[in-house]
């Protein structure tokens, strides 16, 4: 707009600085992604690189007195940032990227208390997977008859808890190593960014029976 030259500066500055952070935050999100969502975060990444170089370009042709071609470039590394985060949305809501993969879990369990195992079948100090009416989840017996149950797909990417191995009263995930304390499902270490749905139990007449934990 006329009579905004200093504010222009100022804006393209801020998103420039801004950049840096969301580059950082978005190269170490994508180094835990599965291969199909690498590729289009590289893609994604690519793009956004190629906005901010528009924009640096924006800002030194602007403070050389170039205005012309400084707003040419601006429009440009618009367009371009805007491609960048139609990638981004696909990458986080078709691909499932930094979604909970476990969210769903609350939805498809039914009030009440649901049979998971007889105790007898559960190995100590094992996690062991498990079927609950049709929902995965994971059963961990501990010395004294103690048995936890959390969701079977890690909040972070799906990978199967049930693989993972036990420490310090956590669950560790066997793919990125995000842990999940057993009691309630809580996620201790990332990358994980969601707990993980867990039940509560009791035993009765030697079976496990467990319930959404609420
Ligand atoms: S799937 Fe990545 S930490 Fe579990």
């Known amino acids: 707009?006329?009579?905004?030259?200093?504010?222009?500066?100022?804006?393209?500055?801020?998103?420039?600085?801004?950049?840096?952070?969301?580059?950082?935050?978005?190269?170490?999100?994508?180094?835990?992604?599965?291969?199909?969502?690498?590729?289009?975060?590289?893609?994604?990444?690519?793009?956004?690189?190629?906005?901010v170089a528009l924009y640096v370009a924006s800002l030194t042709a602007r403070l050389r007195g170039h205005e012309i071609s400084g707003r040419m470039y601006g429009w440009a590394?618009?367009?371009?940032?805007?491609?960048?985060?139609?990638?981004?949305g696909h990458l986080a809501y078709r691909l499932a990227a930094g979604a909970n993969h476990a969210e769903a879990v609350p939805q498809l369990v039914?009030?009440?208390?649901?049979?998971?195992?007889?105790?007898?079948?559960?190995?100590?100090?094992?996690?062991?997977?498990?079927?609950l009416d049709g929902v995965a989840v994971v059963a961990v017996r501990q010395p004294g008859d103690r048995v936890h149950v959390l969701a079977e797909h890690c909040s972070h990417l799906a990978?199967?808890?049930?693989q993972g191995t036990l420490e310090d009263g956590c669950l560790r995930c066997p793919w990125h190593g995000s842990t999940f304390r057993l009691t309630d499902g809580w996620n201790i270490t990332g990358p994980a960014t969601a707990p993980q749905p867990a039940f509560d139990t009791r035993i009765t007449d030697g079976q496990v029976e467990a319930r959404l934990h609420t």
Not at 110 to 131: C, F, I, K, M, N
């Open 1 to 51: 707009m006329p009579g905004q030259r200093t504010a222009v500066r100022v804006l393209i500055a801020t998103g420039l600085l801004a950049a840096a952070p969301a580059t950082a935050s978005g190269w170490v999100d994508w180094a835990e992604l599965n291969p199909r969502q690498m590729r289009v975060g590289i893609v994604h990444a690519a793009v956004n690189i190629t906005g």
């Open 77 to 88: 590394g618009l367009g371009v940032v805007g491609i960048g985060g139609a990638l981004g």
């Open 110 to 131: 039914e009030p009440g208390w649901h049979y998971v195992a007889d105790l007898s079948d559960l190995p100590q100090g094992r996690p062991t997977h498990r079927d």
């Open 159 to 162: 990978g199967p808890l049930s």
